[in-house]
């Protein structure tokens, strides 16, 4: 099964058309999400990463490396707030703030964590924030 297949298994699952799929990844419209899921359309690194968080499932089953994954019903929730809504939010920020979202988030997730890369996101983001 590819990548595409397991989009839409994953998608239905949820009960979610491809509009609000398509939302949550920040696509324009449906039509990506249809290509994608049709195998006429590849998914880039950054977005099979961005699916597996919007539909709650880990890479490795996006991938096909593993045989059997248990999945949860819904996405996980996050500190009070789905998982959606904060997909949802990001989609709306102006792309060179979600650069640096994705800059912070991938210097977090290092081990160990380099916290001059870290504080230097920070500054970056305080400087957005005086502009």
């Known amino acids: 099964m590819n990548i595409g297949e397991k989009i839409k298994i ?12 398509a939302d949550l990844m920040g696509y324009t419209s449906k039509s990506t999400i249809t290509k994608i899921e049709k195998g006429l359309s590849d998914v880039g690194q950054k977005n099979i990463i ?5 539909l709650g499932v880990p890479i490795a089953y996006l991938m096909d490396w593993e045989e059997k994954v248990d999945l949860p019903e819904e996405p996980t929730n996050m500190a009070g707030s789905t998982l959606q809504q904060h997909i949802a939010n990001y989609s709306h920020l102006p792309a060179e703030w979600q650069k640096t979202i994705d800059e912070l988030v991938e210097a977090l997730q290092e ?7 870290v504080w230097a996101i ?10």
């Open 111 to 117: 081990e160990p964590q380099d916290a001059d890369k």
């Open 10 to 21: 994953r998608r239905q699952e949820l009960g979610w058309s491809q509009q609000k799929l």
């Open 50 to 54: 961005k699916f597996s968080k919007v």
């Open 122 to 131: 920070f500054r970056k983001i305080s400087n957005f924030l005086q502009s």
